[in-house]
């Protein structure tokens, strides 16, 4: 079975630090895929990312970074120098093809000015 | 519009009633997902259509819910007898899945928010 497990549920910063969402996920494939997903305040989720099982390369764009690591099960999301609109709940999900996307239940990130 | 479509944005029934929410993916788009959140809670997976296939029902939670999509595009989820319990938002999501073995990203909804007295 595949499972999602985001054991941070709320993380307050601010302004201009770092901060790190971690994710945790399980499954019995050898191919899967992950993503990241954005959730503001107007409640419509946004895609951020999606990495496949077979490309461990970590990803930047522009502040925000992902450090895959198939070792631990782990697809952590770092975002650098936070700004107040990256205030969100952050959701990680994995999926196998021909299966329905499973999430996590979130992260809410708070960045206060 | 070129987004996921969803009405009515805004539901409020009372207990016993049945309900229908209505999702318009985006033209194209082959898989079709139902998700259900919560007020702070995470998303929860009810049931994913794709292309022609059976629809993968096994996110939901009772036999009062069930879902369908004609002609491959517009769906409809229907809640029979709500119950206070179903008081969420329902979300529909739509992708394109360029190659059978790879995922699309999900495109989202604005989502009905349901609301059972």
């Known amino acids: 079975a595949q499972k999602v497990t985001q054991a941070q549920t709320e993380i307050s910063v601010v302004e201009k630090e770092d901060v790190t969402l971690d994710c945790v996920y399980e499954?019995?494939?050898?191919?899967?895929?992950l993503f990241w997903y954005k959730q503001p305040p107007s409640g419509e989720l946004v895609f951020l990312i999606r990495r496949n099982s077979f490309d461990e390369q970590n990803e930047i764009s522009g502040r925000y970074s992902w450090n895959f690591q198939k070792s631990t099960s782990s697809f952590n999301f770092t975002i650098t120098a936070s700004q107040v609109v990256d205030s969100a709940v952050y959701f990680c999900?994995?999926?196998?093809?021909?299966?329905?996307?499973?999430f996590g239940k979130g992260t809410t990130l708070s960045v206060s000015s | 519009g070129a987004g996921v479509s969803q009405s009515p944005s805004n539901k409020v029934t009372e207990k016993g009633k049945d309900v229908e929410l209505r999702c318009d993916p985006i033209s194209g788009h082959t898989a079709l997902y139902w998700y259900r959140q919560s007020l702070g809670q995470g998303l929860e997976f009810l049931i994913y259509?794709?292309?022609?296939?059976?629809?993968?029902k096994s996110g939901l939670p009772s036999d009062r819910f069930s879902a369908e999509r004609t002609g491959g595009s517009v769906s409809t989820l229907t809640i029979q007898r709500t119950q206070q319990e179903d008081s969420a938002v329902y979300l529909c999501a739509s992708s394109l899945v360029a190659q059978a073995s790879t995922p699309g990203e999900l495109f989202f909804g604005e989502g009905s928010r349901l609301t059972v007295l």
């Open positions: 999900a994995l999926n196998q093809a021909g299966t329905a996307l499973i």
């Open positions: 259509f794709q292309g022609n296939s059976a629809p993968d």
């Open positions: 499954t019995r494939d050898t191919t899967y895929y």
